[in-house]
């Protein structure tokens, strides 16, 4: 366990690029060619990522995770020490694509800093590095863990496609916002069964939470234009903003996992 001063609050996570200290060059991120992804490769050790502990201003722990790797870093996973002998380490799933704790990709020689979960006054726990995926389709980790990041990518990247269906037949049926947000409630999936293990539950919500952010994106917008201004106009333009960018961000999963993308979905 590591020690740090003065703890006041458990830190929360954060979501923040910054400049390493460690001399490694920040590099303008390019789209890796089908060579380069063809040549991805999987670390069975040492990956290029560095982990170190600071303190924030009010001496609170951090984790800070530096990419020294050529492409940038999309994902990764943290194990953190139990908190007390009763407890299991815990394991933290950060990923830009599917905004989970990662607003966007870490470019080589930039860095990502996370709050450390601990008890307020107490040692701060260990941490360690446990997997890592890179833009090229690089990895470091075990199967199982990798296996979480894809699953929770395709959930989404179907969620996706069941939500532009939706938002293009409003469109082709001239929907008002109000039939828009009564149509974002059926794109909710049911919740998973009970699960046997812990693992098993975290891969279950880290899914739902995937398959769920669809619906959410639009039912908070539509929400939103039905108490403004309901109209088949308003909700038209809300729907052409949202299937844009659903678009993009599916097509984006896609590539991550090497899957077309199904075609005649666009307007």
């Not at 990956?47 to 502990?53: D, G, I, N, R």
Request: glycine share 4%; net charge neutral.
């Amino acid at each position: 366990m590591r020690t740090l001063r003065h703890f006041v609050l458990p830190a929360v996570t954060g979501t923040l690029l910054l400049l390493c200290a460690a001399p490694i060059p920040a590099q303008a991120p390019h789209e890796p060619t089908d060579l380069e992804r063809r040549l991805a490769r999987h670390f069975p050790e040492r990956p290029p990522v560095q982990l170190e502990f600071a303190e924030d201003a009010e001496h609170r722990p951090l984790l800070i995770i530096t990419n020294s790797y050529q492409f940038s870093l999309t994902a990764y996973a943290v194990q953190i020490g139990p908190k007390s002998a009763s407890e299991r380490p815990q394991t933290l799933i950060f990923d830009a694509l599917t905004r989970v704790g990662l607003l966007a990709t870490v470019p080589k020689g930039l860095s990502h800093k996370i709050g450390v979960p601990h008890i307020v006054g107490g040692p701060v726990p260990d941490a360690k590095l446990v997997a890592a995926v890179w833009e090229d389709g690089s990895t470091f980790g075990p199967d199982e863990l990798l296996a979480r990041i894809t699953d929770s990518r395709r959930a989404l990247a179907d969620s996706y496609d069941r939500a532009i269906a939706t938002l293009q037949n409003g469109l082709d049926k001239n929907w008002t916002a109000e039939e828009y947000l009564t149509a974002s409630q059926q794109l909710k999936p049911p919740m998973p069964p009970q699960m046997a293990t812990v693992e098993d539950a975290q891969a279950a919500s880290e899914r739902l939470t995937a398959q769920t952010m669809p619906s959410h994106t639009i039912t908070d917008n539509m929400q939103h234009a039905v108490q403004r201004d309901g109209s088949s106009a308003r909700g038209a333009k809300l729907a052409r903003v949202l299937l844009k960018n659903f678009e993009q961000s599916r097509d984006a999963l896609r590539q991550a996992l090497r899957e077309p993308s199904p075609s005649g979905d666009k307007p």
